[in-house]
């Protein structure tokens, strides 16, 4: 468990640098004259008939961690249950059975980060036409789930721009090509050489969180072994797009989000221990903040 006495990152001669953050760095006190929007837009692109939580969670997880707004475009139904499940969220439904290209990028004119992928129907056509997203995209982007799929047989759709890639150990296999190792050390090796390939910051979510941009590498050890169910990624997503949109680096962006879903985490689990849940987690990302 983490000191509350959250210090700055240190760089150490191999490239690797302290999970220690200092929190005040990125939630600084806010002027007396701070308005809606000052603090990021953000649209979360995904969903289907059959996944809609996973919507919610991360919309919600970006306004716990600070973001103004967060719109979700999706699918008719999922958007629908996405507005149904908190009054705080802003829908804009497509008659599709994916986010269409047009409604995600006319959304993003006046947004300032996207996350994508989250609950998206496996088709080709759903492929299309993420990868159309992605490449019209001009905001920082959190590619997870079914996204991470779509860009792997062309990592140069994301060329240029500013990405955090999200996978799982499984999602890391589609990423690279191969297994995610076993060993630490190999580990740091595997994530380095991904962010690489894709130009990207990646993390690769576990116990722990391993945190790459090709040339520095953290490794986030916060979060509780009750951290089982699912939902989980969608919160990490989430808070890593509303660092994007108040203008952190990727790097950055998933170095907090790692820090505030496992804090969060920990904080849920020493309550509820079996019954936790990731709704039960954003809960407490209030008290992983105030850690600062």
């Given amino acids: 468990m983490p000191s509350n006495s959250v210090r700055r990152k240190r760089q150490s001669k191999s490239g690797h640098y302290?999970?220690?953050?200092?929190?005040?760095e990125?939630?600084?006190?806010?002027?007396?004259k701070a308005r809606k929007g000052d603090y990021g837009r953000i649209i979360l692109c995904g969903g289907s008939d059959n996944y809609a939580g996973c919507l919610a969670f991360n919309a919600l997880a970006a306004l716990r961690a600070g973001a103004d707004l967060a719109i979700v475009v999706a699918p008719r139904r999922a958007a629908d249950i996405a507005a149904g499940y908190s009054p705080d969220l802003i829908t804009v439904p497509c008659d599709s059975p994916f986010p269409l290209p047009d409604v995600s990028i006319d959304s993003l004119q006046n947004a300032d980060a996207l996350a994508i992928g989250c609950g998206v129907v496996r088709t080709v056509e759903s492929h299309k036409a993420l990868i159309e997203i992605v490449r019209k995209c001009e905001t920082p982007i959190v590619?997870?789930?079914?996204?991470l799929h779509a860009i792997a047989p062309d990592p140069g759709c994301v060329s240029g721009k500013k990405v955090?890639?999200?996978?799982?150990?499984?999602?890391?296999?589609?990423l690279a090509g191969e297994p995610w190792p076993s060993n630490l050390e190999r580990r740091k090796l595997a994530i380095e050489t991904l962010a690489k390939k894709y130009g990207a910051t990646v993390i690769v979510k576990g116990a722990p969180d391993l945190i790459s941009?090709?040339?520095?590498?953290?490794v986030d050890p916060n979060g509780s072994s009750y951290m089982t169910k699912g939902g989980y990624g969608d919160l990490l997503a989430?808070?890593?797009?509303?660092?994007?949109?108040?203008?952190k680096s990727p790097f950055d962006s998933a170095r907090?989000?790692?820090?505030?879903?496992?804090?969060?985490?920990?904080?849920?689990?020493s309550e509820l221990g079996e019954s936790t849940l990731a709704s039960d987690v954003?809960?407490?990302f209030a008290s992983a903040i105030r850690s600062r």
């Fill in 143 to 147: 590619i997870d789930a079914e996204a």
């Fill in 256 to 269: 907090i989000a790692a820090f505030l879903v496992g804090r969060a985490g920990e904080l849920a689990a």
């Fill in 238 to 247: 989430g808070a890593a797009a509303a660092h994007l949109a108040r203008g």
């Fill in 164 to 174: 955090l890639l999200t996978p799982n150990a499984g999602e890391f296999q589609v």
């Fill in 282 to 284: 954003l809960r407490y």
């Fill in 26 to 32: 990125f939630y600084p006190s806010r002027p007396d």
């Fill in 18 to 24: 302290s999970t220690k953050l200092d929190l005040k």
């Fill in 213 to 218: 941009d090709g040339e520095r590498t953290v």
